[in-house]
């Protein structure tokens, strides 16, 4: 983030330089609406993720001979994909404003977990594949520019992510050396976390009302899973989640928590609690339409 933040301070100083300076007259407050696509790429390490009630690298693969494990992770953040953000804006004057946007995930990067065992006595595949379902952030932000009346601008944001929407999906498929399968698939709701966001861009003003900006943009933020449930647990063709104790279907992640409270079948899982990568670094770009 502190990388971002240096961007959008060496933009606010060097667009001037570019753009076209208009004589300083007072300008009115102005309301507009930023409308755009992007592409995040992930900016987090490989990281933990649930499967069951137990934690996992996310992305890459596993190798087990029957005496060790060979790792191979990939770099991944679960906020990683296409997505589109609505934006209303109050400039305030020609130079500063308030943002509220709202950011939604469209077709967000689906990450794959391979393990293989090729120990004789007990070999098979158990592959997880992890994503985020339709998260939606709102980031209400400060936005400062080098002056809305010139027709190229720079500006820059920063400001609060807050997550209020989406679930993480794990689905998992395991096949034993007897062609025995299973097929699993497990959602995490999670709880209200806070992160920041920024930018870093340009506009070019195509008439008094409309005008084109591209952008730099990032997220820093954990999102904390609240409880997890599997929602299908095929076994050999047959969906047998009725037949499963509560316990070992469902789940609450805790912070404290005392292991003998776990004494009930009839009564979900209390477990240790752990964070998601949800950071990005990406590009958007589209229209600020002025009312």
Known sequence: MKTLLTISLLTLSAIPVFAKKKTASHVPPAFTIRVGLGYALPVAGAEAMVAQSHLQPISGSQTYDGTYTTYDLKRASLSAGFGAVLAPCLMLNEHIGVEVGVGFGIAMKKYSLNFTSTDPNNSGTDNFTSYAKMPVIVMPALVVSTGTNNVLSGYARAGLALPVAGKIITEEKVRDDQNNTLTTTFEIKNRF??????????????????????????????????????????????????????????????????????????????????????????????????L
């Open 193 to 290: 976390s806070i992160g920041l966001c920024g930018a870093a861009g340009a506009r070019y003003k195509l008439n008094n009302h409309m005008a084109l900006y591209f952008e730099l943009n990032g997220m820093a933020i954990s999102l904390r899973p609240k409880t997890g449930e599997y929602t299908s647990f095929i076994q050999n063709g047959q969906q047998v989640l009725q037949l499963i104790n509560v316990s070992d279907t469902h789940f609450e992640y805790e912070y404290s928590y005392a292991e003998k409270s776990n004494n009930s079948t009839s009564q979900p899982t209390k477990a240790t609690a752990f964070s998601t990568p949800f950071n990005n670094l990406g590009i958007s770009f589209g229209l600020t339409i002025g």
